[in-house]
């Protein structure tokens, strides 16, 4: 089984493409349950953000998944998978790896470094866990991945360097000091939005959400305050800034809403704001792709080169844990073998020399197996480091060719293993 991911992001496709094939919920649970019950697929997860819909998977045969996953990004959003076809981005085996550590990293991001996508791809994964559809290597990349990313998030600049899609849509809003905001949502980035919106010396701020207690809550933490879902439209007038990311899926604030000058920044896939406020006077609307066209966030520096360089250390040390993993099961059967003939020959020992007392047997067998060991140490020893370059499967496959090991019994031992 290899890795392999399919998807679109901001990168191969327009944002307005990516608002239309974005997934949550059921409809994501229902893609994730169907990709797995592919006949090439064993693990299957899918991210899901306003960035990206990628599906991530392990998978037996390379063209006939790629296919299905295709096909099936097109049934589940709705989209002819024609019109979707040049925007998919394909990467697998080792590439796949590299993606992903780089996705976790927030070098893929829309704003570069930005810290969010921790968050999403660990969401990702729990979700699939939940459902049953990842198993052990799917689990442990990821894992390794969201590791890789902490690593950058820690031991680097790249959070400077990449400011949240908030900070950098509001960048474009001028001086926030004195300006009334309205926050419409209460999730991971509405909460993030809040936040920085009250960092900034936004002092008036008010939160609305569709689950009045969870709104009341962020509100207090920046303290605003909360109002239900149906005073959005009455909140407006009042408001200078107005944020949204509610995952409703629909337009929560249209044209006929507004009546003054605002500054609107919609983070939400699909859009939460009707994009034809843009012809009311006095308005101002900044989307994703408004930020994606900015190019706020997207530049190369010291930062982004060090994360870089980690991922491609990181990289390296993945795949030589995995190749030297994958010759793991044929040394153990090779020891295994090895340890049959030694028991074997001392039985036949024992019956020609009968007479041998128990410690003579204790000695002879010690002598046996030292001999037997010493003899496969040093290949063994070199088939793992050999097994960490490029066709190192090669040596495992030569190990079972020269000794004549049953092809069944590494299988037996990696199944173990799992």
């Known amino acids: ?33 169907d990709v797995r019950q592919d006949s090439c697929v064993a693990e299957a997860m899918v991210i899901s953000t306003c960035n990206r819909v990628e599906v991530l998977v392990t998978a037996d045969r390379f063209h006939a998944a790629v296919t299905a996953i295709t096909d099936l990004l097109g049934v589940h959003s709705g989209v002819p998978v024609e019109e979707l076809r040049p925007h998919f981005f394909v990467h697998y085996e080792e590439r796949a790896v590299e993606h992903l550590f780089s996705v976790v990293c927030g070098l893929d991001s829309m704003v570069v470094g930005e810290g969010q996508i921790l968050g999403q791809v660990r969401q990702a994964l729990k979700l699939a866990q939940r459902q049953g559809t990842v198993g052990a290597t799917l689990n442990e990349l990821v894992q390794q991945a969201l590791r890789v990313g902490k690593r950058a998030h820690h031991e680097t600049g790249i959070d400077k360097h990449g400011a949240s899609l908030v900070s950098a849509g509001l960048a474009l809003a001028g001086d926030l000091t004195g300006r009334r905001a309205l926050v419409v949502g209460a999730g991971s980035m509405s909460s993030l939005a809040a936040v920085t919106l009250a960092r900034a010396g936004v002092t008036d701020i008010t939160v609305a959400n569709r689950t009045f207690e969870r709104g009341a809550r962020l509100a207090e933490s920046v303290g605003g305050r909360a109002v239900g879902f149906g005073a959005v439209a009455g909140e407006l007038a009042a408001a200078d800034i107005v944020i949204t990311c509610t995952g409703a899926g629909r337009h929560v604030i249209t044209p006929g809403m507004l009546s003054g000058p605002a500054f609107l920044l919609d983070l939400a896939l699909p859009h939460d704001i009707d994009p034809a406020v843009r012809e009311v006077p006095g308005v ?19 930062a982004v080169r ?52 128990e410690r003579a047997r204790d000695e002879v067998a010690m002598t046996v197996q030292r001999v ?28 079972r060719e020269l000794f004549d090991l049953d092809p069944k019994m590494p299988e037996a031992v990696r199944e173990v293993e799992l």
């Open 372 to 399: 037997v060991d010493k003899l496969l140490h040093e290949p063994t020893v070199r088939v793992k480091q050999l097994a960490t370059c490029p066709g190192g499967d090669h040596y495992a496959e030569a190990l």
């Open 284 to 302: 101002t609307l900044v989307d994703l792709e408004t930020i994606q066209e900015s190019g706020i966030g997207s530049a190369e520096g010291d």
């Open 306 to 357: 060090t994360v870089r360089d980690l991922v491609a250390g990181e990289l390296r040390a993945y795949l030589d844990a995995e190749r030297a993993a994958k010759v793991t099961p044929t040394v153990v059967a090779l020891r295994s073998k090895a340890a049959n003939v030694v028991e074997s020959e001392l039985g036949r020992l024992l019956m020609r020399v009968p007479e041998l007392d």
């Open 1 to 33: 089984m290899s890795v392999l991911a399919v998807g679109l992001s901001h990168r191969t496709a327009p944002v307005a493409l990516l608002e239309r094939v974005s997934m949550t919920g059921e409809a994501l649970v229902k893609l994730l349950h």
